[in-house]
């Protein structure tokens, strides 16, 4: 009805998937000016103007006017049948052509006729809500979970060896943050994992705790000496750790490949997929984040090297032809008389010559009868004292296998990063029973807001020190704030005050 | 005739375990499952001795001079025009006889007018065509012989011989009135469509074998990208207001799911295309202006599955290839229901649709390589060609009896080029 206003070739246009279409030979002459064409050239050029003035189309809020019973907005109809989506098309397709080029339009009846594809303007589709489906993510998870498992069948390693990976570790402040980066790492690989953890300090709850929840096949054994100071004592004293464990390995006759985790050092997943690799004795490249605390020497060295500095790296060094040629070890010489000696110095920690996680090897050549072991590994017990790596476990460094392309690529990556000996941490980090006492802090991020105060008439303070569950502590800063403040009256003119006395 | 065919063929197919070896070096140890189309287990077979082809010496202003003008040719999506006239002038196929001949072939580029930006103008091919066929029917007495139904030609621009880039306008023209009793092989491809003649051959887009070759990653690499798709989704310059490009499909893509981390889609350039889709598991292959698209090349060659949203598409050598197998087919009306749909595929259908792709034939037949190697798409043309002979008597007009007519069309097309 409304359209009858409109010419033929809008009826047209919009019959097109409904019926098969008339003749419509006549408008299909357009090599003929009919006076038709003429008023809608006009009117074409007359709309163009008024758009150019107003500077938009105008002609989509004409029909929209027009048609407002029939049409809702263009972009996000909902989802609705495809009748009335065909309708809404045709509406919308309508609203939004030229006047003008409808004029060939009406030829496209050729194709109405045969293909259910129609060429013009559509509809955008928006389902009504576009957002992901938490079901349908976690299915499509899986779904990559099964290809990438496909993947490891196909092109990865054939028959994969269980990994034994040793660890040794104590209780300390950063020990949970460490701890949970490997254990992450660990339960990720997806070959079959045994770790073997030495605790200095004998067996702890709070370790025991930590690793609870991994799931992973772990061996806890503890040390009979307290982790010293020092960071000379420290690596000693893991070098000894670390030997109990392969001895660990021994007794039980553990199948796999031996790697060592410490448990400040970061782990690339491809590390676990490189050492599958290994025949016998195999090293990698360790990647060293050890930097210079001391800000002022930093900057005299970008001064000096022209180019960026780089990672200094500890591993094996290949010649032309991939055979090992020799060691990169880390440079100490600019830390010299600048390194840490406690373990809670401000200092560069710096490794040593050779870290021990750099090295890995077959289980096989710790164990006791001989079998197929060859000749160049050393018994542990025949071992004078301690050695400093796992080279000493070798009588010829020749026979160690370069991985990770050569040494080209860098796998894992050592630090070492301890909080202060003295510091306090609660156990197992749960602050059970809960704090009677909170306290907002004194600088909040939104100073004007007032602060949100508990029902009851508990004063307020700041926590600024570490978490300590003695509440005497907390009363003696408590009485002394209490001198700074008048009053304890929570009004809002009162809060705002305090935020400004303590602002 | 039929029985040598067939002992032809079972030698072939012996020979093409040694063939198999010698094919585009991609995929390695990975199980494969062997592709059987509608027409067979015909990928592998060799079109040498099946037919005979003749390649009409044309003078070199309608293929070396376009050329010459412009070397873009060589490297854009409708390059195989060229690639398959180099190709037949050095094939065994290739007769010099022309009375032996079954096949003919007029090598004329019409798709390399190019504008500055790159993109083939068609206006000028209908006449190009149309004077290419009035010297080969002047010069010859094949074309009048059958009026051109055992004559092919390559017409690999948007809409194939209706020479327009708009599809209105594409159909409007219909294919030229010349080449109404030929065989086209072309990249278009579309059910009920004015452009697609019965008897066609669609080929894929051109796609260059060794730029893609240089960025192949180890196969080891985990995919961990659900759905890959980079391009436009408005085409801001022809389309502003969005619905009339790839018929509001791109969009309704963007707009419901460009906030959906499954989806890994935007209209970047990346430099890491194709190690990107190397990574992922479903690669997009909507619709544009036209409904193909070269990413259905690239998502064969590095093993992801496409997921074609183009209503009523006609794929590559749809007879030699069970797309249905080895694609995932979204109509348009269903793209907001796109994620629901890819996830509820089983993962062993996924898997096994990974095999077929993992396929070298399948693989090979997607591409053009120079020098041609066996099993590419040239020879799968060769092989449609072969399988649509002995031509059919009715192909040979009586003397004096004309089908064409020679002066339809628009009027600009009867002007000389």
């Known amino acids: 009805m409304k359209l009858s206003a409109l010419p033929q070739s809008y009826l047209n246009r919009r019959s097109n998937s409904f019926r098969s279409p008339g003749p419509l030979d006549s408008s299909s002459d357009s090599a003929v000016k009919s006076p038709a064409t003429i008023f809608w050239l006009i009117l074409h050029g007359l709309c163009c103007l008024i758009s150019l003035v107003l500077g938009f189309r105008f002609s989509r809020l004409v029909f929209f006017f027009l048609f407002s019973t029939s049409s809702t907005n263009f972009y996000t109809a909902p989802f609705r049948s495809t009748a009335e989506l065909a309708k809404t098309l045709d509406v919308h397709s309508v609203l939004s052509t030229k006047p003008v080029s409808n004029l060939e339009l009406p030829l496209l009846n050729k194709t109405a006729t045969n293909s259910r594809v129609v060429v013009g303007r559509h509809g955008i589709r928006i389902r009504p809500w576009p957002h992901p489906n938490p079901i349908e993510v976690m299915k499509a998870h899986k779904i990559i979970e099964r290809v990438q498992k496909e993947q490891r069948l196909q092109f990865g390693v054939k028959d994969p060896s269980t990994i034994i990976v040793v660890t040794p570790t104590y209780v300390r402040t950063f020990q949970a943050l460490h701890l949970t980066g490997v254990m992450h790492s660990l339960m990720l690989v997806p070959y079959d994992v045994v770790w073997i953890l030495v605790e200095a300090g004998g067996i702890s709850n709070e370790t025991a705790s930590l690793i609870a929840k991994s799931g992973l096949k772990t061996i806890h054994v503890g040390f009979n000496q307290r982790m010293p100071n020092s960071w000379d004592e420290r690596n000693k004293l893991e070098s000894k750790m670390r030997l109990r464990a392969l001895r660990i390995v021994r007794e039980k006759k553990l199948d796999g490949i031996v790697m060592f985790a410490d448990d400040s050092n970061m782990h690339s997943m491809e590390l676990f997929d490189e050492i599958q690799n290994v025949k016998w004795f195999g090293a990698v490249s360790v990647g060293i984040l050890a930097t210079l605390a001391n800000t002022d020497e930093s900057a005299d060295q970008k001064k000096d090297k022209e180019e960026n500095p780089r990672m200094p790296i500890q591993g094996p060094a290949c010649n032309v032809s991939n055979m090992l040629a020799g060691w990169h070890t880390f440079n100490t010489l600019p830390f010299a008389g600048k390194s840490a000696v406690y373990i809670d110095d401000r200092a560069t920690v710096l490794p040593r010559k050779l870290e021990w996680s750099g090295f890995v090897f077959n289980s096989r050549l710790l164990w006791k009868d001989g079998g197929d072991k060859p000749e160049w590994i050393k018994d542990i017990d025949m071992l004078h004292g301690d050695i400093e790596s796992p080279l000493g476990l070798v009588k010829d460094p020749s026979v160690v296998e370069p991985l990770g392309s050569c040494g080209r690529q860098v796998l894992l990556w050592w630090l070492r990063v301890e909080a202060r000996a003295d510091s306090k941490f609660p156990p197992r980090w749960i602050i059970d029973p809960p704090l009677d006492i909170t306290v907002p802090s004194k600088r909040t991020p939104w100073p004007d807001a007032p602060p949100e105060l508990p029902a009851n008439d508990k004063p307020v303070m700041g926590i600024q020190e570490p978490i300590v569950k003695h509440t005497t502590k907390t009363r003696t800063s408590r009485s002394k704030r209490r001198s700074k403040r008048k009053h304890e009256t929570r009004t809002d003119t009162q809060a705002s005050t305090r935020h400004s006395e303590q602002n | ?417």
């Open chain 2, 1 to 417: 005739m039929e029985i040598w065919k067939w002992v032809l063929f079972g030698i072939l197919f012996l020979s093409a375990f040694v063939v198999k070896i010698e094919a585009f070096k991609l995929g390695r140890s990975q199980p494969t499952e062997r592709i059987s189309g509608s027409a067979g287990d015909v990928l592998e077979d060799d079109p040498v001795g099946r037919l005979k082809v003749f390649v009409y010496e044309l003078p070199s202003k309608y293929n070396k001079k376009i050329l010459q003008k412009d070397q873009r040719c060589l490297n854009h999506m409708f390059a195989a025009e060229i690639y398959m006239h180099r190709f037949l002038l050095s094939s065994p196929v290739r007769t010099l006889n022309p009375e032996e001949a079954d096949w003919f072939y007029t090598p004329v580029y019409t798709t390399c007018d190019l504008t500055p930006n790159g993109l083939p103008l068609p206006f000028k091919s209908p006449r190009m065509m149309r004077s290419a066929i009035q010297l080969i029917s002047s010069n010859w007495p094949y074309w009048n012989r059958t009026e051109g139904a055992d004559h092919f030609f390559l017409v690999p621009h948007d809409f194939g011989a209706c020479f327009h880039y708009q599809e209105e306008k594409a159909i409007e023209r219909g294919i030229l009135p010349l080449l109404q009793r030929a065989t086209l092989v072309q990249t278009f491809g579309q059910r009920n469509h004015v452009c697609l003649k019965e008897g066609s051959i669609t080929i894929p887009p051109y796609a260059p074998p060794q730029k893609m070759q240089t960025h192949l990653i180890p196969e080891k690499t985990p995919r961990s990208i659900f759905v890959y798709f980079r391009g436009l989704f408005y085409d801001v310059g022809n389309d502003p207001e969005g619905g009339y490009y790839a018929r509001g499909a791109r969009a309704a893509v963007w707009e419901n799911f460009k906030d959906n981390p499954l989806f890994d889609i935007s209209t970047e350039h990346p430099t890491t295309y194709y190690e990107d889709m190397q990574r992922a598991v479903f690669c997009l292959c909507p619709l544009g202006w036209a409904p193909w698209s070269p990413r259905l090349v690239e998502a064969v060659i590095f093993g992801c599955i496409p997921v074609i949203i183009a209503d009523d598409i006609v794929l590559p050598f749809a007879d030699a290839i069970p797309w249905e197998e080895i694609g995932v087919f979204v109509d348009e009306k269903d793209v907001p229901n796109l994620d629901t749909i890819l996830t509820s595929i089983p993962p062993e259908v996924i898997l096994r649709k990974q095999r077929l792709l993992a396929n070298p034939s399948m693989k090979q037949a997607m591409l053009f390589p120079q020098p041609a190697q066996p099993g590419d798409a040239f020879h799968q043309v060769l092989n449609g060609l072969a399988r649509k002979l002995p031509h059919d008597k009715s192909v040979y007009l009586k003397p004096g009896e004309r089908v064409l007519n020679w002066t339809a069309g628009p009027v600009g097309d009867l002007k000389p080029w």
